[in-house]
């Protein structure tokens, strides 16, 4: 399979894949505003929100448009996200969900590596 095949399913399965864990993290959001009987978030939580789901999210959204910033703000809010979560709580979240959301990042910089590559050996 070329270079160029390749770096197309893997854009294409990173475009899925964020509009997904769009979804997933808006069907959340929606259904904790629906029932929403608890106190808002703090500033404090502000910041962790900022980060995730907030700043990956954006990051996926841009990556459908420039892949490699995209990719790189996506991974790089996740990364200070569990930073911050280290920092507040002494340990980092448990579970794969937060990085399971945030994969498309990883493969929209695959993409955009593999279509540099091949625009760089066709040239």
């Known amino acids: 399979m070329a270079t160029n095949s390749v770096a197309l399913v893997t854009r294409w399965l990173a475009r899925v894949w964020s ?72 340990h980092l979240p448990r579970g794969p969900f937060f990085i399971l959301i945030a994969a498309p990042a990883l493969l929209f910089l695959i993409a955009a590596f593999l279509s540099r590559r091949s625009v760089t050996t066709a040239a």
Do not use: D, H, K, M
């Open 19 to 90: 509009i997904l864990s769009i979804a997933v993290v808006l069907v959340f959001a929606v259904g904790e505003g629906i029932a929403s009987t608890g106190s808002r978030p703090s500033p404090q939580e502000w910041v962790g929100l900022a980060l995730f789901p907030i700043g990956v999210g954006v990051g996926l959204l841009l990556a459908w448009y420039r892949e490699a910033l995209g990719g790189i703000l996506a991974l790089l809010c996740l990364i200070a996200f569990y930073a911050w979560n280290l920092l507040r709580s002494g």
